[in-house]
């Protein structure tokens, strides 16, 4: 096992720059600190100390391994909510009303859009087509997908005018 005071003198030698990289790639001073004691606690479990020279370099490449492993163990929506603070609640709450309406706007072009208006609407804005390869697809003139495109928007913009 390390010496404690070799421990001891490494974690105050390279703990601040440790901490650094790792709140730097984890955006979490939690998860930032519980990396670089993880990154001192298998160092001192392996018993092996890198030479002077290399022990920076060691400790940094560690503290982005234990990162890095972080990462991946945490899920999508993990990721993206450590990433919003407490203040960000009202835009989250923004962004799924905007979600809900984008759910909304597309039952009303399932439920209520004739044919060939709900088609043209779901192979632009669902398929990500072009108005081009829609006249060719269901084989309509270019300015008459263009129309019927532009009355379905124009229904859907009144239906959910507020």
Known sequence: MIEKTILQGLFCQYYNEMFHLARTLLYAD?????????????LME????????????????????????RIKKKSIIEQVKSLYSVEADSDMKYIEERLETLDAVCDYADNHLTEPHRTIFKLRFMEGMTLKDISQQIDMNLKTVFKYLSQSIQNIKEQFRH
């Open 46 to 69: 392996a018993d092996i100390l890198p030479t002077p020279e290399k022990t920076r370099a060691y400790l940094m490449t560690a503290v982005r391994n234990g990162c890095i492993n």
């Open 30 to 42: 939690e998860d930032a600190e519980d990396t670089v004691q993880d990154v001192f606690l298998r």
